[in-house]
T-cell receptor
Framework: NAGVMQNPRHLVRRRGQEARLRCSPM?????VYWYRQLPEEGLKFMVY????????ESGMPKERFSAEFPKEGPSILRIQQVVRGDSAAYFC?????????????FGDGTRLSIL | AQSVAQPEDQVNVAEGNPLTVKCTYS??????LFWYVQYPNRGLQFLLK??????LVKGSYGFEAEFNKSQTSFHLKKPSALVSDSALYFC??????????????FGTGTRLQVTL
């Protein structure tokens, strides 16, 4: 499968636990984006990363949320001390290097539920 | 700041009839515009884009969209709807000519319901 791979597809956490969401971009893509979708709403931008660099984190909450895209391995979106309001679908997208006019390609998302 | 408006929460159309899903945008510079479709429990699938050139762009599954600069619109169209087109459609914009890829701003989505 050459598409954007996200895992897990579903994640259940209790309040106060940590959630780790993983994203492997399409082959040849070095730009990764994370978006959050609340029920019946559009996608909201969270963070944009290239390998080992955060380019734009203007959509990330100031506390508890962090993201990385290491030289090797998938991009990780980490949510510490989760709260009920973190329940949402989290989507990762990727695009080719230097592809300003290229579409972003999306994974199938991780649906996070907080008990 | 960039923004997208999709004024209709839902569009209903009979199979075989033409469909239009509306989108208007606001961006500082030249717009790069995209349409995506989302099926239940899936990610967004790219349908088409406008970057430059002809105002009418053609995309996947028989969809097309018309860029209108004066009306700042980018409506999605299809001449003959299919029941299988029923899904959630998102319009998105980013500012072009910024030199690097950057975030997309999405509309709130329009649910298309095609009936027999």
């Amino acid at each position: 499968n050459a598409g954007v791979m996200q895992n897990p597809r579903h994640l259940v956490r209790r309040r106060g636990q940590e959630a780790r969401l993983r994203c492997s971009p399409m082959k040849g893509h070095s730009h990764v984006y994370w978006y959050r979708q609340l029920p019946e709403e559009g996608l909201k931008f969270m963070v944009y990363l290239q390998k080992e660099n955060i380019i734009d984190e203007s959509g990330m909450p100031k506390e508890r949320f962090s993201a990385e895209f290491p030289k090797e391995g998938p991009s990780i979106l980490r949510i510490q001390q989760v709260v009920r309001g973190d329940s949402a679908a989290y989507f990762c997208a990727s695009s080719p290097q230097g592809g300003g006019n290229q579409p972003q390609h999306f994974g199938d998302g991780t649906r996070l539920s907080i008990l | 700041a960039q923004s997208v408006a999709q004024p209709e929460d839902q569009v209903n159309v009979a199979e075989g009839n033409p469909l239009t899903v509306k989108c208007t945008y606001s961006v500082s510079g030249n717009p790069y515009l995209f349409w995506y479709v989302q099926y239940p429990n899936r990610g967004l699938q790219f349908l088409l884009k406008y970057i430059t050139g002809d105002n009418l762009v053609k995309g996947s599954y028989g969809f097309e969209a018309e860029f209108n600069k004066s009306q700042t619109s980018f409506h999605l169209k299809k001449p003959s709807a299919l029941v299988s087109d029923s899904a959630l459609y998102f319009c998105a914009v980013r500012e072009g000519n910024t030199g690097t890829a950057s975030k997309l701003t999405f509309g709130t989505g329009t649910r298309l319901q095609v009936t027999l």
